[in-house]
């Protein structure tokens, strides 16, 4: 191997080890567990901070609208006011990262309460009607409701409570819309399963219309072979 060829072959080995050193150096970004938040007025919602360099720092653009404070490596975020605003988060090495936050009005308690009506049951082509029945939606934070039926029973099959959790809440004008949501549930202590959907339903004053599915039905491990039908409606505070 000739000298030149030796002094080139040292050079471009010199030259790629000083680049992968640089590159060894580089800041790592700041990543988060989300970098678009919605959160209701007067309550809270968290951040984890994924990785960094650490030396952490978050700031709001708008205090007035939301707040922010850090421990450790998560961000608890305070909506104050209706609007929107962008928090950013910094480390010690100058890298930076942003969080888009909307803070919307707490509709809940317009929802919450127990409502008394008429429950419409339908096992196949049969339908029955429970006069006086009972339904209350439980507020749980960041404008979900959770639905509890109690002591609920079709065709003389006594299935017990059924709680519906996580259902959001819209408005559409005087409307309050409850999201679809549908949950996979046992019932009756375990012995019936079966999928629970709720659809079609809103508040609008004190009045609940609401409609549930029950599919997919399992009783003792068997296919039951039909699906059941409930419809309520009924005014809050009326017993």
Excluded: H
């Amino acid at each position: 191997m000739s000298k030149k060829v030796f002094y080139s072959l040292i050079l471009f080995l010199s030259v790629n080890l000083l680049l992968t050193s640089c590159s060894d150096d580089d800041p790592d970004k700041i990543t988060l567990e989300s970098s678009n938040v919605e959160v209701v007025v007067g309550e809270e919602v968290s951040i984890k901070i994924n990785s960094g360099n650490g030396g952490y720092e978050v700031t709001s653009d708008k205090a007035e609208t939301a707040t922010a404070s850090l421990k450790d490596r998560t961000i608890t975020i305070k909506g104050v006011a209706e609007g929107t605003t962008t928090l950013t988060v910094t480390d010690k090495e100058g890298e930076k990262a942003t969080i888009s936050v909307k803070v919307v009005a707490d509709l809940t308690p317009d929802a919450v309460g127990i409502y008394w009506g008429e429950l419409k049951v339908k096992v196949d082509e049969v339908e029955s009607t429970v006069p006086g029945a009972e339904i209350e939606l439980e507020k749980i934070g960041g404008n979900k409701v959770k639905l509890v039926l109690e002591n609920f029973s079709f065709d003389q099959i006594q299935v017990g409570d059924i709680v519906v959790e996580d259902i959001k809440l819209t408005k559409d004008g005087d409307i309050l819309k409850l999201a679809d949501t549908t949950v996979t549930k046992e019932l009756a202590e375990g012995v019936i399963s079966a999928k629970i959907s709720i659809t079609s339903s809103q508040v609008e004053g004190d009045n609940l219309i609401l409609s549930i599915g029950i599919s997919d039905i399992k009783i003792g491990g068997e296919a039951a072979g039909f699906d059941v039908a409930v419809t309520f409606d009924g005014d809050k505070g009326l017993s």
